[in-house]
């Protein structure tokens, strides 16, 4: 398609004056010679003043240098001092009016090679920086959590394989000492040492399911959460009333991880400050997605509050699981009118068709 020349100056034009981006065109002694409307608004009148003037080193007045391989910011090799060399594609920072420093994705090259007119266009990078920040961020924390988890993995089994069978094997051999010829009064210790065994045989026991279920590696969230919930009620008195309706069996390790961390912080927050010895949860599939619902009755909380009940890391550390499995965490609660704290995570597709005929 080819368009006349008059029309191809008009979009030029319009293009110049209505670009997100600025532009700048120098002479062939480094004059700002014409700027476009985006570039008058990231300089500060002072340097506005001094380009209209045709002070050549007007720019430096605002740019803190470009980014090279040796150095982030740096004038060494400068863009405007040496045009012959490649600044096709380069980054660089100016001060700029009300935003401070900003980095800029820059070209710097030749239009009118007889005029010496060269034309320099910064792309502001600040919106792609934050994007980069927060994956950095996310990744980060992916990272850190799932290092966690394989931690508590490792720690899990280790008690359960290692210790706990090294305490049954000791426990054994107490136990063949009580049908020994021994007096009473070692006996009675044995007694003793063996009850101390088993005690203490219960708590490492209670610390490897704590740590990391066995269950939820090995049968998934409904199982991991049945026996959990045996347990607390077991061992604080504690009942969770559960209920699941899943079409699928498993999920992704990641998915079923997120949900349990954030089911277990959520039930043991209502057992530490709800005031209340019962607690609902329920775990479904929903147009779609995987919801968590964990429901209590108690004295709730004002959400607003500088200073949370406890530390307020186990209601963030929720919300940062959450965003890992690109879920949402809501949290509904005030004073007096208990709390409710629904997780909803979008499941893949070949999830979501696993069960269907």
């Known amino acids: 398609m080819q368009i006349g ?94 935003k401070g420093i900003v980095p800029y994705a820059a070209s710097f090259q030749a239009v009118d090679n007889e005029n010496q007119i060269t034309v320099l266009m910064l792309r502001d990078l600040t919106k792609q920086y934050k994007t980069q920040e927060a994956l950095s961020h996310q990744t980060m924390v992916k990272n850190v959590i799932k290092a966690q988890e394989d931690e508590r993995k490792r720690i899990s089994r280790d008690l359960h394989d290692g210790v706990a069978q090294e305490m049954l094997s000791t426990l054994v051999d107490l136990r063949v000492l009580k049908y020994m010829d021994i007096n009473a009064d070692v006996l009675k210790k044995v007694q003793q040492t063996e009850g101390s065994i088993m005690r203490l045989l219960d708590d490492i026991r209670n610390l490897s399911v704590e740590l990391r279920p066995a269950t939820l590696d090995d049968l998934g969230l409904e199982a991991a959460f049945r026996t959990h919930f045996k347990w607390m009620e077991k ?50 599939e929903k147009d779609g997605n995987l919801e968590l619902l964990v429901l209590d009755n108690g004295v709730g909380f004002d959400l607003n509050a500088i200073n949370p009940k406890g530390t307020g890391l186990g209601l963030f550390g929720m919300r940062e699981r959450a965003d890992l499995a690109t879920g949402q965490l809501t949290i509904r609660t005030d004073i007096g009118k208990g709390t409710v704290i629904s997780l909803v995570i979008p499941l893949p597709i070949d999830v979501q068709k696993e069960d269907v005929p």
């Not at 980014?67 to 920072?93: G, H, I, M, W």
């Open 5 to 98: 020349s008059v029309q191809l100056t008009d979009l030029l034009m319009r293009m110049y004056d209505n670009s997100s981006e600025a532009i700048f065109f120098f002479d062939g002694n480094g004059k700002v010679i014409s700027m476009n409307h985006s570039a008058e608004q990231i300089v500060s009148p002072e340097v506005l003043n001094q380009m209209v003037l045709g002070n050549k080193d007007a720019i430096c007045m605002t740019c803190k240098g470009y980014t090279n391989d040796k150095e982030l910011q740096t004038c060494q090799s400068c863009y405007l001092a040496r045009p012959q060399d490649d600044f096709s594609s380069f980054q660089v920072y100016l001060d700029t009016l009300g």
């Open 235 to 284: 061992n604080y008195g504690f009942v969770i009333q559960f209920a699941a309706e899943l079409s699928a069996k498993r999920y992704d390790g990641e998915i079923e991880t997120v949900v349990y961390r954030i089911c277990q912080e959520a039930v043991f927050n209502a057992l530490k400050y709800a005031g209340v010895d019962e607690v609902s949860v329920r775990l479904y």
